[in-house]
């Protein structure tokens, strides 16, 4: 079945810094959409930013993230991370020719630090 | 409006005892999931329900798990002789648009504590 593998579970960075959050999927489908929620402390999960389009960077609240097919991969980016990007972030698929439900991945927590 | 509302915020029971959840979409949404939220395992979906039919239940520990949708404004996930290993937050979450539940809006979660 559909599987998204976040390899990291938790990435420290210092503010001001560049951060890459890997996030990497299996699927047999061609037809799927790709994900980003971000849950900061004591809050729900909310959509950050979604893609379908291959090699097409997608891009929200200074982050940003590009589908490639050919790796499976659908990292996310950010050039500069402030103090308030502190929570934790997860990485998904949803199927769109099957059942009409995210897949997600394990969790990134990131912790940037002064 | 609220967002989905969940309660009790947290939950703890003695091993073996029932725990029921309960879900308030937000109205107007057609689709309702239930997602379980662990370090290790991150958002396991358990099941969802598209105008208030049961879809897909594959992530649901068939044995002791089960979950009913009533009626268009509440969800319930009950969990029979509850074990350490069930103690996790569950989430609920709900989406505007049955076809293709892309963005879900989630709930604070119920944190249940299985003693």
């Known amino acids: 079945g559909d599987s998204v593998t976040q390899t990291e579970g938790l990435v420290t960075v210092t503010e001001g810094l560049p951060v890459m959050l890997n996030c990497t999927y299996q699927t047999a489908y061609s037809d799927v959409a790709f994900f980003w929620y971000v849950q900061y402390l004591n809050e729900a999960p909310k959509l950050l930013l979604r893609?379908?389009?291959?090699?097409k960077r997608t891009e929200h609240q200074g982050f940003h993230a590009t589908l490639h097919k050919s790796s499976s991969s659908f990292h996310l980016q950010k050039s500069s991370v402030q103090l308030s990007d502190s929570a934790l972030y997860y990485c998904?698929?949803?199927?769109?020719?099957?059942?009409?439900?995210?897949?997600f991945g394990e969790g990134t927590k990131l912790t940037v630090s002064s | 409006n609220a967002g989905v509302i969940q309660t009790p915020r947290h939950k703890v029971t003695g091993k073996g005892q029932e725990a029921t959840l309960w879900c308030e979409p937000i109205?107007?949404?057609?689709?309702v999931f239930w997602y379980r939220q662990t370090i290790v395992q991150g958002l396991e979906f358990l099941t969802y329900f598209r105008n208030q039919a049961p879809i897909d239940d594959s992530g649901m520990p068939k044995e002791r798990f089960s979950a009913q949708m009533p009626n268009q404004s509440h969800s319930t996930l009950k969990i029979q002789s509850t074990q350490p290993q069930d103690s996790a937050v569950y989430l609920c979450a709900s989406s505007p648009d049955w076809a293709s539940a892309e963005t879900l809006y989630f709930g604070s979660g119920t944190r249940l504590t299985v003693l």
């Open positions: 998904a698929l949803i199927n769109q020719g099957g059942s009409a439900k995210l897949i």
């Open positions: 109205s107007g949404h057609s689709a």
């Open positions: 893609s379908s389009t291959d090699n």
